[in-house]
């Protein structure tokens, strides 16, 4: 298995009263193996489409136990098993909780594919250059 997804159900937090839970998947690819990709589905966006979120596994592992994050996306913990999930965009700030046991299996199974700290032994870098040279091209 060079892949792992994962489903969560995730809360989004939003000004209404009432709180929905949404379905959203978790993915990790052993090629890529610093990052972490976060799947919305149509229903849960602002303009009606899939979204989908790209960000560092390291992240969302430091996250679980104390505030990581700086740029568009931020994690922190948020009171007894649930982690917080900021996306910060153009068109605003999307807030999500998700159970913390969730997110630890799911690190759980990355760490099986790629063990963390040695993310460099499975890297693709000649293909990841490569992509980015057609995608200036």
């Known amino acids: 298995m060079s892949s792992v997804s994962h489903a969560v159900e995730v809360r989004l937090i939003a000004a209404a009263p009432r709180v929905p839970v949404i379905p959203a998947t978790l993915h990790f690819d052993g090629w890529d193996p610093f990052a972490v990709r976060m799947a919305f589905p149509a ?3 602002l303009r009606g489409e899939d979204v989908c979120w790209t960000f560092g596994r390291e992240l969302l592992a430091e996250g679980i136990e104390r505030a990581a994050g700086e740029g568009d996306v931020r994690v ?3 009171g007894p098993g649930r982690t917080v999930l900021e996306f910060h965009g153009a068109e605003g700030i999307a807030v999500v909780h998700i159970p913390t046991q969730q997110l630890r299996g ?3 199974l990355t760490s099986a594919l790629v063990p963390f700290g040695e993310e460099h032994l499975f890297a693709d870098i000649e293909r990841d250059l490569a992509q980015a040279l057609d995608d200036v091209c």
Do not use: G, S, T, V
Request: glycine letters at 0%; a neutral charge; hydrophobic letters at 45%.
């Open 76 to 78: 922190r913990p948020y």
């Open 106 to 108: 799911f690190l759980d």
């Open 43 to 45: 229903h849960a966006a």
